[in-house]
């Protein structure tokens, strides 16, 4: 009797805490969306996007209620090759004109062993919104040096670039991108 | 020399007619290479042809600009009408204004980025503007749409002296062959 009261006096302080808020630190670029994908079936080629933000909130006596929503400017396609980079934004590929944005929204979170976890949700990705899951890793989280408090994570996740009408192929070995997202937010 | 004889002279009629092979060359290679396969074997080397190519016609066109300050321009035929002489003086500035914009606008998004364009492995361009990528999409729009605005004007150019040929009879396109 005297568990299920406290099981219950937990589950509602549970439901009563609220999640905080972290703002990922694009500012300090503590924060990278990075992506890889195959040249040729021979090699990595990286890339990322310069420009993005986003917030996610977390509370760690409800780990299930965690989110994220983070905005990408496609534009900033950065893949330190100035011709390649404007192919890249060009409707071959990014459409950055017509979808100046890519974002990704989460719709749930199941954490694991030690913050590591799985992270669904919605990625809109030249206009065309798909559900993808991304494996996270839980990096740490503590006090920062200058006042404030921080928590990091590293995800991945693979797509498929012809899920997102992608009209370009450059061969068989290149259909699938590897994507990063490393973020560290700082708590509001 | 009477006028019905009198021609362009022989550097006026090389640069005339290379620029007229080179600019129609530029325009096709530009109409192929953006829609090349890319395993096809011309995909690196077609835009750095295209690339060269551009370089040479600026030049060319650097030296045709200071030619137009020589004493010697071959006055319009006496049987040219004032609208004709106008609309010819017309089209010779918008020639220069186009490939002008077209050959800089080329250049200046190509090496507008942060990495060093060299072309076939020995040909370093020189980053003479530092351009923002839209500042390079911009750039790269007026490059292919003026080139359309340059062919249709070739083109107008082409069929005014034929009919300068052919209707008119008199010695306009002679004097460029």
């Known amino acids: 009797m005297k568990l299920k009261t406290l099981t219950l006096g937990l589950m509602m302080a549970a439901g009563l805490s609220h999640a905080d808020t ?32 986003g917030t996610f909130d977390y509370d760690e006596k409800n780990p299930a209620a965690a989110k994220i929503e983070m905005t990408v400017n496609t534009a900033s396609v950065n893949s330190n090759h100035t011709l390649r980079d404007k192919h890249l934004r060009s409707d071959d590929f990014l459409n950055v004109e017509a979808h100046p ?59 498929k670039l012809s899920d997102f009408k992608i009209k370009k192929s450059l061969g068989p070995k290149s259909e699938t991108l590897l994507l990063t997202v490393s973020v560290e937010g700082i708590k509001q | 020399m009477s006028e019905v004889t009198e021609k362009y002279d022989g550097l006026t009629r090389i640069i005339h007619w290379s620029s007229a092979l080179l600019l129609i060359g530029l325009f096709v290679s530009g109409w192929i290479m953006v829609d090349l396969d890319y395993y096809s074997p011309w995909y690196q080397t077609l835009p750095q042809w295209h690339q060269l190519i551009g370089l040479l016609v600026m030049f060319l066109w650097v030296l045709k600009l200071f030619r137009l300050k020589r004493s010697t321009q071959l006055a319009a035929l006496s049987s040219h009408s004032r609208t004709e002489v106008l609309l010819a003086r017309c089209v010779k500035v918008l020639f220069y204004v186009l490939v002008f914009i ?18 076939f492995e020995s040909l370093k361009l020189p980053q003479l503007l530092t351009l923002s990528s839209q500042q390079i999409d911009t750039m790269a729009w007026l490059h292919e749409y003026l080139a359309y605005a340059l062919m249709v004007l070739a083109g107008l150019h082409a069929l005014a002296a034929i009919k300068h040929h052919t209707l008119d009879r008199d010695h306009t396109l002679k004097r460029m062959l």
């Open chain 1, 22 to 53: 972290y703002n990922i630190d694009t500012k300090g670029a503590h924060a990278f969306v990075q992506f890889k994908i195959q040249h040729l079936g021979y090699s990595w080629l990286y890339g990322r996007f310069d420009e993005f933000s």
């Open chain 1, 101 to 159: 944005e890519a974002k990704f929204t989460s719709t749930g979170f199941t954490e694991g062993e030690n913050g590591h976890g799985s992270m669904t949700g919605d990625l809109t990705l030249n206009g065309v919104t798909q559900p993808v899951t991304l494996d996270v890793q839980f990096i740490g989280a503590g006090k920062d040096p200058w006042g404030g408090f921080r928590r990091g994570y590293e995800a991945t996740t693979e797509i």
């Open chain 2, 102 to 119: 077209i050959t800089l606008s080329g250049y200046f998004f190509s090496t507008g980025g942060d990495d060093v364009v060299i072309l």
